[in-house]
């Protein structure tokens, strides 16, 4: 096998990173269009974007009506304002919806057709996308480093998973102080989000010598600084290795794929309105259980990374103990299972098919280290709906 490894042209990295915006964006085009929402209005990032950018000589107007996860419909709004203020280059600023939305107009905005369209590369972009500069504000999803976007089809109510070339920003300013205004919730999600892609780069099939480095040091970085990270805001160093490993994840997952915590999320998030990083964490230590025969040395080999002492143990007990670990954080990070969150138990178990069809139909379940049938999915949904990270749950293999 060929190993490859894509990423953004230019990464920035570092505090005070956000500071290079109006130089890297005058190098891609002249006039912005900054996607972003009201939330990072409010924290005066956008404003502060748009002065550096005025004074590198860039002109920019906005959009900024993404509210939680990205819908087609929030792309097809940004696109319009694209076309109708003759952008040639985006900044999408933010966390995961932004840069996601901000993707998908990117490749819109030069190949045209409806984002569905590319779903499972039914379409394929042939032409460059609009210039982006990706910029998140959380330590999490790593979309700065992917080509991958999530959009959620309204129609259908799926959430849908495109990867292709074209999607990859041109640039990516990953400025850790950016993230010291996140909630703890929200550190929570999108530290264990990083962590979930970190892991499930390592486990897929698909993995190899370049993504195993990065998902390794990723996940020391996040073990290392997560629970700091969560309890002390303002602890800069932890926030500068959280924003670090979900870099590094990005990179890592982009070019291995993620596995099945992934395919089973994307689901619940369409469905229930859950937030991705939230999903992935309510899913990550049954996943792990369930796939645990089929891939306990890799396990151990992240056991090993994270924990002291493993001398004396098997590296199926270094596996089963690495699960157990990730139990106790999701504990800690107080994540809710499906039922804590909210959702009713009759109109979960209604969505059970369609779920796990939904599932089977992203591809990442393919890449998991044991694969489901569709039958299997509907068992691990359910035990995922009460799950009690205090105790050992899994289905019958």
Not at 142 to 168: L, R, W
Not at 187 to 198: F, K
Not at 297 to 313: H, M, P
Request: aromatic share 6%.
């Amino acid at each position: 096998m060929v190993s490859v490894l894509q990423m953004p042209r230019t990464i920035l990295y570092g505090q005070h990173s956000f500071k290079k915006v109006g130089g890297e964006t005058s190098k891609l085009g002249n006039k912005a269009l900054i996607i972003s929402d009201r939330i990072m209005e409010k924290l005066m990032y956008v404003e502060e974007c748009q002065h550096h950018l005025t004074e590198a000589g860039v002109s920019s107007v906005m959009y900024l009506e993404i509210d939680s996860e990205p819908t087609d419909l929030f792309v097809y709004e940004a696109l319009e304002k694209l076309k109708a203020e003759f952008c040639n280059v985006i900044i999408g600023l933010g966390g995961g919806s932004c840069i996601d939305t901000a993707k998908a107009v990117a490749v819109l905005g030069t190949n045209g057709g409806s984002i569905s369209d590319y779903m499972n590369s039914r379409k394929i972009a042939q032409k460059s996308a609009v210039p982006l500069i990706a910029i998140p504000t959380t330590a999490g999803t790593g979309s700065e480093a992917t080509d991958v976007t999530i959009i959620t089809d309204t129609v259908q109510d799926i959430k849908m998973m495109i990867k292709q070339p074209a999607f990859m920003p041109a640039a990516a300013i990953v400025d850790p102080v950016l993230t010291i205004s996140s909630p703890k919730s929200i550190t929570a999600a999108t530290g264990i989000d990083a962590l979930t892609h970190a892991i499930e780069a390592y486990l897929s099939r698909r993995a190899h010598p370049f993504t195993d480095s990065l998902a390794l040091t990723a996940i020391g970085h996040i073990m290392e600084s997560i629970r700091d990270a969560y309890h002390d805001p303002q602890n800069i160093e932890a926030k500068k290795k959280m924003s670090l490993a979900a870099l590094q994840a990005g990179m890592a997952f982009s070019n291995s794929s993620v596995c099945l915590v992934h395919g089973m999320s994307r689901p619940i998030g369409a469905l229930f309105n859950v937030p991705h990083g939230i999903s992935n964490a309510m899913l990550l230590p049954a996943v792990l259980e369930y796939s645990l025969e089929a891939c306990y040395e890799r396990l151990a080999d992240i056991g090993d990374l994270i924990f002291n002492e493993t001398k004396g143990l098997t590296k199926r007990e270094t596996a089963q103990k690495l699960v157990e670990e990730m139990k106790a954080l999701c504990l800690e990070l107080d994540i809710p299972s499906l039922k804590g969150w909210g959702i009713k138990e009759e109109q979960f178990l209604k969505s059970l098919e369609k779920m796990a069809r939904d599932a089977l139909a992203s591809g990442s379940p393919g890449n998991n280290p044991r694969v489901p049938d569709e039958i299997e999915l509907m068992e691990l949904y359910k035990l995922c709906y009460d799950y009690q990270f205090t105790n050992s749950q899994t289905i019958k293999s």
